[in-house]
């Protein structure tokens, strides 16, 4: 396998780890479909088979192209080819529109850092990642202000205009805070006191429910609800539960059923896990190859 091969395969491990870490708070696992009534378990396997192909496309755009401005149309591009195999894959169900994203700048910072024999550190690729999408706040919802477009704005967009929400947008512009700051930190912490990694990758999903703007369960439960009862509750169950055992396996199945009557659903959150488990096998499979740690 060449580098960019290796990537892809990062990249895939990734989102079906993601998908298989069970139990969720809302969120599709191998229980069942939490609080989304349109896909399963199964539509998620297609999709992630579907995109397979295509990560390591964007991360040879990285190895080979280094000015962002060049790359970013590149990117763009192959993104809108993996968003039609997904829904084409899932029936028209939007399962990894956010991750095709986010992941994409991802495998590109990887690919950077690679070509520049630099090491391949979370923090570092998060860095490198941003630069692709440096201003677009202000470039793609700022302006929705002045100049509101035609079309019907999305979730995020309506979002940003209604309560100042950067969501996907703001994270990857800051160099992915949630990720580097808490998800991966979380990650290894769990995994060095002795957590399996789906121990370790839930403990990391309930850091990124805390952390990021998830316009998935803003746009779902409104804005009010995420500040004033979910975050608090995530905040709780991390503060209650340090250790794992079936108490707290329990509490994530009672938080479940909670999200699933509300139909909250922490997408966003679910969308970082998959970025937060592609740079923990990006800084393993450092470890193992010749490339910089
Ligand atoms: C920039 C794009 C990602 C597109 O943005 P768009 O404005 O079209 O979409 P957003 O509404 O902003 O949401 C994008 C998805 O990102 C995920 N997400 C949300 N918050 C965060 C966060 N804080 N960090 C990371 N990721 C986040 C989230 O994905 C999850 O939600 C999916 C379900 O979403 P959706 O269908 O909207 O929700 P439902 O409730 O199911 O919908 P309804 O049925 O009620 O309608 C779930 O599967 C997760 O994947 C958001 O959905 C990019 O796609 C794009 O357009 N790029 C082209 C332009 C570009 O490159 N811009 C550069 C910008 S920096
Ligand atoms: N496991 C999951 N459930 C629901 N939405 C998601 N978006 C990304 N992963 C998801």
Known sequence: ??????????ATWALLWEVCATP???????????????????TFLRSASALAPHWSLQARIGIDVEDPGKAMPLLRERGRVMEGAMLEATGGVNTHKGLIFALSLLL????????????LRG????????RLVSGCVRAELETLRETPP?????HGERLYLRHGVTG???????????LVEQGLPTLNRSLYDGGTLEEAALDAL?????????SNVIHRGGFAFWKERYLPLVRALRRTHLRWDDAKRRALEELNERFKETRVSPGGAADLLACVLFLHEVEQIALQTSWQQ
């Open 1 to 10: 396998m060449n580098d960019a091969e290796l990537l892809g395969t990062a």
């Open 24 to 42: 969720k708070p809302g969120l599709v696992d191998r229980g069942g479909s939490g609080a989304h009534d349109d896909m399963t378990f199964g």
């Open 108 to 119: 590109w910072g990887t690919g950077r850092l690679l070509a520049r024999k630099e090491s």
């Open 123 to 130: 923090r570092a690729i998060a860095r490198e990642a941003s």
């Open 150 to 154: 035609a079309r019907p704005l999305s």
């Open 168 to 178: 996907i947008r703001g994270e990857a512009e800051r160099g992915f805070p949630s």
């Open 206 to 214: 309930l850091a990124l429910m805390e952390s990021c703007e998830d």
